[in-house]
């Protein structure tokens, strides 16, 4: 079974820095991976997603995330936050062996400050 | 479109009583999924039906049962309530019951927050 591993679980940044998080699965195969977001007081969201082709995938509001296959990442990188980025971020993967059923990681809590 | 709407969205219970609480999916969607999110916690999965038909479950013992309706709306429950069952129930659609292109990119509802004392 798939299992996925999210290791920063609070970030903290200003205003325009730049932002990675982290995402590490375990699974041998071929996977579809996957961020969600949560904003405050709204329903978990498709932030981006990865099924194949071009590694590097883009999503909304100027976030973007690398498939790297050889050490089995897929970290959400963003180049200058903004207030408005401030959510629960999570990682998930799916994988052919089963349903295609989402597996979530833990999740980040990023708090930008203005 | 109508997103995935849940129902009650709190709820308080005491243990050893049952519960069922009710999704229904985006329209256009025929695939349902529930998670489970205690605090501080990411979602985990507790089943997912396809065409009214269970299509995989997670490691959750069977007092969590489900549902599927022909309109793919589908409810949730769990009987003999523990206090470790206290979280927010997450129901999810989409499209698709194992596709590989665009199936499982979740539609999430708001959840029921579900205490048990």
């Known amino acids: 079974a798939q299992s996925v591993s999210q290791h920063n679980h609070h970030v903290i940044l200003s205003e325009a820095a730049s932002l990675e998080l982290g995402c590490n699965y375990s699974y041998g195969g071929t996977v579809n991976l996957f961020w969600y977001v949560q904003y405050p007081g709204q329903h978990l969201q498709l932030l981006l997603k990865?099924?194949?082709?071009?590694?590097l995938v883009k999503g909304i509001k100027g976030f973007e995330a690398e498939f790297i296959k050889s050490k089995f990442s897929f970290n959400l990188r963003k180049p200058s936050v903004q207030w408005s980025d401030t959510a629960e971020y999570f990682c998930?993967?799916?994988?052919?062996?089963?349903?295609?059923?989402?597996?979530f990681g833990r999740g980040t809590s990023l708090i930008v400050h203005p | 479109e109508t997103g995935v709407t849940q129902s009650p969205t709190h709820l308080i219970k005491t243990r050893g009583q049952q519960v069922t609480l009710r999704c229904s999916s985006q329209s256009g969607h025929n695939t349902v999924s529930w998670y489970q999110q205690a605090l501080g916690q990411g979602p985990q999965f507790i089943f997912q039906?396809?065409?009214?038909?269970?299509?995989g479950r997670g490691n959750f013992p069977p007092r969590f049962s489900g549902l599927q309706f022909p309109n793919y709306s589908s409810e949730l429950n769990v009987n003999a309530l523990e206090l470790d069952d206290s979280a927010l129930y997450l129901c999810a659609s989409s499209l698709g019951g194992g596709a590989r292109s665009g199936a499982n990119v979740l539609t999430f509802g708001a959840g029921s927050r579900l205490t048990v004392l």
């Open positions: 039906y396809y065409r009214e038909e269970e299509n």
């Open positions: 998930a993967v799916n994988a052919p062996g089963g349903s295609y059923i989402p597996t």
């Open positions: 990865y099924f194949s082709g071009d590694p």
